[in-house]
């Protein structure tokens, strides 16, 4: 059975860190809980607080140890912090406000682009077109952001489209690969290792240094819809991003 409690654990990273965790399973409750407190955070700083990283199922709370010893006269900083954030914790709601986007990204599966399409159809026992219809087919979660800026870690993929990563990662993926890595799809936003099953790929640009805020399209708790196009598509597309 899934684990469904949400109660909260907090524990130490070091003497600079403290993780509010809600669970220890891929849980849509626990990725919830988290996206929240980080919203909250976010609105409501605790004091000495320098960094707060969401991830599925926990919090990541970063803080200056020597500006809290001064700020709550305290022998132990990381005892007054974890008090603090206990009671963030208890104020912050069950689930995020922020209002949820939808990306539609355009994806030219197989050939040159998705050179490990047919491994997967194999692994599935499916057909290639199949696969794309499968994988096209479901408005995925972006449940959070990591790895490298931009990299979306998506979940919602139908059971029947599960693939290990490859035994041996490759040294250069292109970006806007689209892959799959056991329960979970992603599209590299950059140029980068990974042993993820490429399937197709994407000329839609998902992160811009240049741009204001954050560089990166996704954001945890958006939606993502990938839908196919040819090669010609992808190639005229991509002439237009240019």
Known sequence: ???????AQIFSMGDRALVVEFGRTLNNAFTLRARALCEYLLAHPLPCMTDVVPSYASVTVHFDSIAAVAHFRAVSPLEAMREVLQQAVERAPLAPRRRARTLD???????????????VAKHCKLTADEVIRLHSSVLYDVSMVGFV??????????????TPRRDQPRKRVPAGSVG??????????????????LIGRTPRRLVDFERSGSPSEME???????????????VRLSERRQ
Do not use: S
């Open 1 to 7: 059975m899934p684990q469904t409690d949400t109660t």
């Open 105 to 119: 990204i355009p994806v030219c599966y197989g050939g040159e682009y998705g050179e490990d399409l047919a491994d």
């Open 149 to 162: 800026p931009g990299f979306g870690y998506l979940g919602g993929l139908d059971r029947r489209l599960v």
């Open 180 to 197: 799959i890595g056991g329960e979970q799809t992603g599209v590299y936003p950059v140029e980068t290792p990974g042993g993820w099953n």
């Open 220 to 234: 945890a708790g958006d939606h993502v819809r990938f839908h196919p196009i040819d090669a010609a598509e992808f």
